[in-house]
């Protein structure tokens, strides 16, 4: 059965308040300038295809540019400034983001293809927290449990990906600003126009020059970042499989470094839970940000009494999602974030199904030009199939079943990953003895995808090493 889908008047946001200009260059010293080789390349709207503007590509040279910029910043300034002083940058910067929030949520939708929904209820308002809360810290870390007058490490060159391009940006810079280092930081290719838009409200806040550098490039340029012998610290945020090449270039070296990585979570729905309550966690779980989510529940576990009444209704959801115009206010689920993605979407679904799991997907009308994907879910799969073990990356949802907590527990931590989970029941006991078992850095009861940054995130195994977020996220930044 699928639910009934109301017709809706398009609800557009309106893209006039983007000032899109055709190039950028690269954010060294707090200018914007040329790469040395006048490399560039496009960043195309992931729904129409449209070419949105042309970003500078970061060679080495230009890498070593941004860093000799960072490490003067340092020396110089940022690193002699009162931390009370820093702190005031920090809320500077904070502010200017609440008041460009509609402009950074129209371009990161336009650039990500999320929902402006999200973009705007979610990313936007989080980034700002990062800012703020981190600001409160600078001038207390001395408070901050890592003995008297922590020293931070000097110029952290920090990649992040295209999941939420603004949202990684403010994770990796606000804890590295408050903390006292200098960055060089490299946003995704496909997802560059919010960091440069950021480069300028730096420019704005009046931050002296170096103390933030912004470069543009894909994953050669990051290499050279994270490779580069005057970067302290590394912090990346993408795969676990890029993650392993920067874990063995870095080893042997004196760089501090966090990986934030992938993940393939459980969400635990047990037999007391409110089914209605779940089947919202579900979906938010699964279909939030197209499922380009690290911690997202990719791999629904319930408890087999339940499971007739928990797939008749999470099917009769599933049916009332909206998948269009990322700008439209109406829209649940957005565009896939590039033609690679959706390849990799389509490829591990269509295991899926030759392996023997039972494909459903509601009817649901997709765009001609686009990237696109209908919310789909996989039954009847096992713990050996491909859609259990690997991350999808996508609007795809794994379902197995379980009788008893114990199996539960070993379905869940059967994994190479272990980022996050979460637990459905009315129990406050079971919570809280499912929390000690689950292997994963995260764990959700009776929610999923909340996000706070007084909250520590980070993963167990495959899923990386170090936290973001909290007093915690500080530690990546100090020498304690
Ligand atoms: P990716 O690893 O391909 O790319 C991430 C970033 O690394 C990009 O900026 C890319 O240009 C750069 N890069 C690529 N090769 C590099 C190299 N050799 N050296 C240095 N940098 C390089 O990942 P992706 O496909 O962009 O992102 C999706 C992945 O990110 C998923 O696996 C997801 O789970 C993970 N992720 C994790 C978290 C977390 O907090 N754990 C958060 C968001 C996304």
């Known amino acids: 059965m699928t639910g009934k889908k109301f017709e809706y008047a398009p609800a557009p946001e309106s893209?006039?308040?983007?000032?899109?200009?055709?190039?950028?260059?690269?954010?060294?010293?707090?200018?914007?300038?040329?790469?040395?080789?006048?490399?560039?390349?496009?960043?195309?709207?992931?729904?129409?295809?449209?070419?949105?503007?042309?970003?500078?590509?970061?060679?080495?040279?230009?890498?070593?540019?941004?860093?000799?910029?960072?490490?003067?910043?340092?020396?110089?300034?940022?690193?002699?400034?009162?931390?009370?002083?820093?702190?005031?940058?920090?809320?500077?910067?904070?502010?200017?983001?609440?008041?460009?929030?509609?402009?950074?949520?129209?371009?990161?939708?336009?650039?990500?293809?999320?929902?402006?929904?999200?973009?705007?209820?979610?990313?936007?308002?989080?980034?700002?927290?990062?800012?703020?809360y981190y600001a409160g810290w600078a001038d207390k870390l001395d408070h901050a449990g890592f003995g008297p007058s922590p020293r931070p490490l000097g110029v952290a060159?920090?990649?992040?990906?295209?999941?939420?391009?603004?949202?990684?940006?403010?994770?990796?810079?606000?804890?590295?600003?408050?903390?006292?280092?200098?960055?060089?930081?490299?946003?995704?290719?496909?997802?560059?126009?919010?960091?440069?838009?950021?480069?300028?409200?730096?420019?704005?806040?009046?931050?002296?020059?170096?103390?933030?550098?912004?470069?543009?490039?894909?994953?050669?340029?990051?290499?050279?970042l994270v490779e580069h012998p005057d970067v302290d610290k590394v912090a990346f945020t993408g795969s676990t499989e890029v993650g392993k090449m920067i874990a063995r270039s870095t080893a042997g070296s004196d760089k501090k470094v966090t990986l934030e990585l992938g993940g393939k979570a459980a969400n635990i729905v047990f037999d007391d839970a409110p089914v209605d309550q779940a089947v919202e966690g579900i979906v938010n779980g699964i279909f939030f940000n197209q499922g380009h989510v690290c911690c997202a529940g990719s791999r629904l576990l319930v408890q087999e009494s339940v499971y007739d009444e928990v797939l008749a209704s999470l099917k009769r959801r599933l049916g009332t999602l909206r998948v269009g115009d990322p700008l439209d206010k109406n829209t649940d689920i957005?565009?896939?974030?590039?033609?690679?993605?959706?390849?990799?979407?389509?490829?591990?679904?269509?295991?899926?199904?030759?392996?023997?799991?039972?494909?459903?997907?509601?009817?649901?009308?997709?765009?001609?030009?686009?990237?696109?994907?209908?919310?789909?879910?996989?039954?009847?799969?096992?713990?050996?199939?491909?859609?259990?073990?690997?991350?999808?990356?996508?609007?795809?949802?794994?379902?197995?079943?379980?009788?008893?907590?114990?199996?539960?527990?070993?379905?869940?931590?059967?994994?190479?990953?272990?980022?996050?989970?979460?637990?459905?029941?009315d129990k406050g006991s079971r919570i809280l003895w499912m929390a000690g078992q689950l292997r994963a850095g995260v764990v959700w009861a009776n929610t999923f995808n909340r996000f706070d940054p007084a909250s520590p995130f980070g993963g167990y195994k495959e899923s990386g090493y170090g936290r973001e977020g909290g007093r915690h996220g500080l530690e990546a930044y100090l020498d304690v």
Request: glycine fraction near 8%.
């Open 334 to 425: 957005g565009a896939i974030n590039s033609a690679e993605q959706l390849a990799r979407i389509r490829e591990l679904s269509a295991v899926g199904e030759a392996e023997g799991a039972e494909r459903w997907a509601p009817p649901c009308d997709l765009p001609d030009k686009g990237f696109w994907f209908a919310p789909t879910l996989f039954t009847g799969v096992s713990q050996a199939h491909r859609i259990a073990r690997e991350e999808i990356f996508g609007p795809v949802l794994s379902v197995l079943t379980f009788r008893t907590p114990q199996e539960a527990v070993e379905k869940a931590n059967n994994t190479p990953y272990g980022l996050s989970a979460g637990v459905w029941t």
């Open 157 to 224: 060159g920090q990649v992040i990906p295209w999941n939420f391009p603004l949202l990684m940006l403010s994770w990796k810079i606000a804890p590295a600003l408050a903390a006292g280092n200098t960055i060089v930081l490299k946003p995704a290719e496909t997802t560059p126009l919010t960091a440069l838009l950021f480069a300028e409200i730096c420019q704005q806040a009046g931050l002296p020059p170096g103390v933030v550098n912004i470069v543009t490039g894909a994953g050669e340029t990051g290499r050279a």
């Open 15 to 132: 893209r006039a308040i983007v000032d899109l200009k055709p190039s950028y260059g690269l954010f060294i010293n707090g200018e914007f300038v040329d790469p040395a080789d006048g490399r560039a390349f496009k960043t195309i709207s992931p729904a129409t295809e449209e070419v949105l503007a042309e970003v500078s590509e970061a060679g080495k040279a230009d890498v070593d540019r941004a860093v000799q910029a960072a490490r003067k910043a340092y020396d110089r300034v940022w690193s002699k400034m009162p931390a009370r002083e820093r702190g005031k940058y920090l809320y500077r910067i904070a502010r200017i983001l609440q008041e460009r929030a509609r402009e950074l949520a129209v371009l990161e939708s336009l650039d990500n293809g999320k929902p402006i929904r999200e973009s705007r209820d979610v990313d936007i308002p989080l980034v700002a927290a990062w800012f703020f």
